[in-house]
């Protein structure tokens, strides 16, 4: 996954350094022309300058993003750099064309277009404060070799670019406060959704469980065995059982159901402790609940059940005293290709004969049910 981020990252970089790198050959090819027709000359020196600068920076720049050592620097983007010599550049150019100032001014706007979604405001300002310094530079340079210059037209240049500069760092400054409400609202949306997916987690425990006892729910168990049948293997068996707490109407009755709660969640506890990780249990209704062994054959079926009497028989009672505790248990056996109903209707009638022999047992139906 962070490859793949890394990767989305660098192609995005990539393409924006493609933009930057075809927007200077533009100038360079548009200066070519102009000077090709004879429209402006220009000072070779200089000019041999800009170009040699133009070549290795960006030489530097691509190697560094084809080599992915930019992801090495605390900003990969290498934005700040880029837009730096940017500004050096456009300010070597009003050297090289002395002749077009006013008209090169317009080139420092993308320069700083090209950082204000990535920078800061203080960084923004600061560069913008880069731009007006080259400027004045680049015309102290030309004012020293050129006697003849017009002041108020220098002046008047300057005011311009002064203007477009603050300009810039306004529009910076919002773009920025931009930005940050939208990372605010992608931090708020994702908490939301993380506090949604909770409750929809919550939601679907409650569907799936039984409020008193805390084990599934008879919709979810029915759920879990239909799809665990379509998973059967030709040689898996699993192990139902239908249980049923003895004398239960009569624990209500005499110690009331307040009690008689208690007792559904003494099961529970007890139950859960003997059983197997895998193994479902659910409350089937009222004081009757339903388990599921997966791979079990009729001994360990048999062997869990009774285990399980034993232990809710023996269990120590916290807050009541209800004596005789017990349970009585129908079991049978789920093959592949089983009738989930055949099975339940097995184990519903071992359950009937547990009752009619007398209770606190456990009894199967290994075959077909007897009409």
Same mark, same amino acid.
């Given at each position: 996954?962070?490859?793949?981020?890394?990767?989305?990252?660098?192609?995005?970089?990539?393409?924006?350094?493609?933009?930057?790198?075809?927007s200077?050959?533009?100038?360079?090819a548009?200066s070519?022309?102009?000077?090709?027709?004879?429209?402006?000359?220009?000072s070779?020196?200089?000019?041999?300058?800009?170009?040699?600068?133009l070549v290795?920076s960006?030489?530097?720049?691509?190697?560094?993003?084809?080599?992915?050592?930019?992801?090495?620097?605390?900003?990969?983007?290498?934005?700040?750099?880029?837009v730096?010599?940017?500004l050096?550049?456009?300010?070597?150019?009003?050297?090289? $064309?002395?002749? @077009?100032?006013?008209?090169? +001014?317009?080139?420092?706007? *993308?320069?700083?277009? #090209? /950082? !204000?979604?990535?920078?800061?405001?203080?960084?923004?300002?600061?560069c913008?404060?880069?731009?007006?310094?080259g400027?004045?530079?680049?015309?102290?340079?030309?004012?020293?070799?050129?006697?003849?210059?017009?002041?108020?037209?220098?002046?008047?240049?300057?005011?311009?670019?002064?203007?477009?500069?603050?300009?810039?760092?306004?529009?910076?400054?919002?773009?920025?406060?931009?930005?940050?409400?939208?990372?605010?609202?992608?931090?708020?949306?994702?908490?939301?959704q993380?506090?949604?997916?909770?409750?929809?987690?919550?939601?679907?425990?409650?569907?799936?469980t039984?409020?008193?006892?805390?084990?599934?729910?008879?919709?979810? $168990?029915l759920? @879990?065995?239909?799809?665990s +049948?379509?998973?059967?293997? *030709?040689e898996?068996? #699993? /192990? !139902?059982?239908?249980?049923?707490?003895?004398?239960?109407?009569?624990?209500?009755?005499?110690?009331?159901?307040?009690?008689?709660?208690?007792?559904l969640?003494?099961?529970?506890a007890?139950?859960?402790?003997?059983?197997?990780?895998?193994?479902?249990?659910?409350?089937?209704?009222g004081?009757?609940?339903?388990?599921?062994?997966?791979?079990?054959?009729?001994?360990?079926?048999?062997?869990?059940?009774?285990?399980?009497?034993?232990?809710?028989?023996?269990?120590?009672?916290?807050g009541?005293?209800?004596?005789?505790?017990?349970?009585s248990?129908?079991?049978t056996?789920?093959?592949?290709?089983?009738?989930?109903?055949?099975?339940?209707?097995?184990?519903?009638?071992?359950?009937?004969?547990?009752?009619?022999?007398g209770?606190?047992?456990?009894?199967?139906?290994?075959?077909?049910?007897?009409?």
């Amino acid at each position: 996954m962070k490859n793949n981020s890394q990767h989305a990252l660098q192609h995005l970089l990539r393409k924006r350094f493609a933009m930057a790198l075809i927007s200077y050959l533009l100038i360079c090819a548009i200066s070519l022309l102009a000077t090709s027709t004879g429209l402006i000359k220009l000072s070779s020196g200089a000019a041999l300058l800009a170009l040699v600068a133009l070549v290795v920076s960006q030489a530097i720049f691509l190697s560094l993003f084809l080599s992915n050592l930019n992801l090495r620097f605390k900003d990969p983007s290498l934005t700040l750099p880029q837009v730096l010599f940017g500004l050096a550049w456009i300010s070597l150019l009003l050297v090289v $064309f002395d002749e @077009v100032h006013s008209s090169l +001014l317009v080139l420092y706007c *993308p320069v700083l277009l #090209f /950082g !204000i979604f990535q920078l800061r405001p203080r960084v923004v300002v600061g560069c913008a404060l880069f731009a007006f310094a080259g400027f004045l530079c680049a015309h102290l340079y030309q004012g020293f070799f050129d006697q003849a210059m017009d002041v108020r037209h220098v002046l008047l240049q300057g005011c311009i670019l002064a203007g477009m500069l603050v300009w810039m760092c306004l529009f910076g400054n919002y773009v920025y406060s931009l930005r940050q409400q939208m990372r605010q609202r992608r931090y708020d949306l994702r908490a939301s959704q993380d506090t949604l997916r909770g409750m929809m987690s919550k939601l679907e425990d409650l569907a799936a469980t039984d409020e008193l006892t805390g084990l599934f729910n008879r919709r979810h $168990f029915l759920h @879990v065995v239909n799809e665990s +049948l379509k998973c059967m293997r *030709p040689e898996q068996q #699993f /192990g !139902i059982a239908l249980i049923d707490l003895d004398n239960f109407k009569s624990i209500n009755d005499v110690h009331g159901h307040a009690v008689g709660d208690r007792v559904l969640q003494l099961f529970a506890a007890v139950a859960q402790a003997c059983l197997r990780e895998g193994d479902v249990l659910a409350r089937y209704g009222g004081e009757e609940f339903v388990l599921l062994l997966p791979d079990s054959d009729a001994d360990q079926l048999s062997a869990c059940c009774e285990r399980l009497r034993q232990t809710f028989n023996e269990a120590e009672q916290v807050g009541m005293s209800v004596r005789d505790l017990s349970l009585s248990v129908g079991m049978t056996l789920l093959s592949p290709g089983d009738d989930l109903d055949s099975a339940m209707r097995r184990a519903d009638q071992a359950l009937y004969r547990a009752k009619h022999e007398g209770r606190n047992r456990c009894a199967a139906s290994w075959g077909e049910v007897i009409a």
